[in-house]
């Protein structure tokens, strides 16, 4: 949740100023993208370290079982994988047309676009993680 606050924070800053810019709502659209993913993904991947670092030491050894870890990881980037393709597409089509139709300044565009694609990719993820029995 943290992470998908940054996103949509810093992706609504970015489109605004990038709207004011930049004619073309393609173009400011694939930035929003780029922002809103590159902020996602690390904010995502710190979080996940810190929030689970103690969960792959073994506690009788005190060493790091990288074998669950591996098949962890694996688990998250499919299931992120395939939701943020979906995401992808829904924002950048979401974004695009919202800028189109000229319904809102860009920064409130950005906010809705990304939480309506935001809904549809915890939708996917969430079905793969129970596809794959990742929790």
Known sequence: MIAAIAAIITDAIVVQYAAQSITNNA???IFSIITDI????I???????????KK??????GMRD????RQD???????????EVVYMIGKFTSI????????????QVAMLSTLL????????????????KLF
């Open 43 to 53: 904010a995502f991947a710190g979080l996940f370290y810190i929030d689970n670092r």
């Open 38 to 41: 590159g902020v996602y993904i």
């Open 66 to 69: 990288s074998n669950m870890f």
């Open 117 to 132: 694609a935001g809904v549809v990719s915890t939708v996917t993820a969430n079905l793969m993680g129970k596809t794959q």
């Open 56 to 61: 792959y030491v073994d506690i009788v050894t």
């Open 73 to 83: 990881a694996k688990k998250i980037v499919t299931a992120l994988g395939v939701s």
């Open 96 to 107: 695009y047309l919202l800028l189109q139709s000229n319904v809102a300044p860009p920064y």
């Open 27 to 29: 173009v400011v659209s």
